[in-house]
Nanobody
Framework: QVQLVESGGGLVQAGGSLRLSCVGSGRPLSIYAMGWFRQAPGKEREFVAAINWTGGTTYYADSVKGRFTISRDNAKNTVYLQTNSLKPEDTAVYYC??????????????????WGQGTQVTVSS
């Protein structure tokens, strides 16, 4: 029912920034809590950040707290992840996901209803 497409990834030097975008179609994203996850090669997918339906409440993994910011523009049906002070360990494929049923959000990817295809973020030292 919902399709999600991420963009904005790329290659950046350590200390740099990227803004990732996730555009939804099929249904308005305003009815979903949204999350960002990431997966590095050989590792399990991990929770990064989540935002509630209106954008008034956010949650972050400890590893990115203070460096990353999740936001949303429901009029544009888009969710963003601003990534600052990037480190090589941030290198991963970043996915956005939609959760219709839970808030506060679960950090488990299995609890989310829809997923995008991911965008690659590579941070060089």
């Amino acid at each position: 029912q919902v399709q999600l497409v991420e963009s904005g990834g790329g290659l950046v030097q350590a200390g740099g920034s990227l803004r990732l975008s996730c555009v939804g179609s099929g249904r308005p994203l305003s009815i979903y809590a949204m999350g960002w996850f990431r997966q590095a090669p050989g590792k399990e997918r991990e929770f990064v950040a989540a935002i509630n339906w209106t954008g008034g409440t956010t949650y972050y993994a400890d590893s990115v707290k203070g460096r990353f910011t999740i936001s949303r523009d429901n009029a544009k049906n888009t969710v963003y992840l601003q990534t600052n002070s990037l480190k090589p360990e941030d290198t991963a494929v970043y996915y956005c996901a939609a959760d219709f049923t839970r808030w506060p959000p679960s950090t488990l990817g299995s609890e989310y209803d829809y997923w995008g295809q991911g965008t690659q973020v590579t941070v060089s030292s």
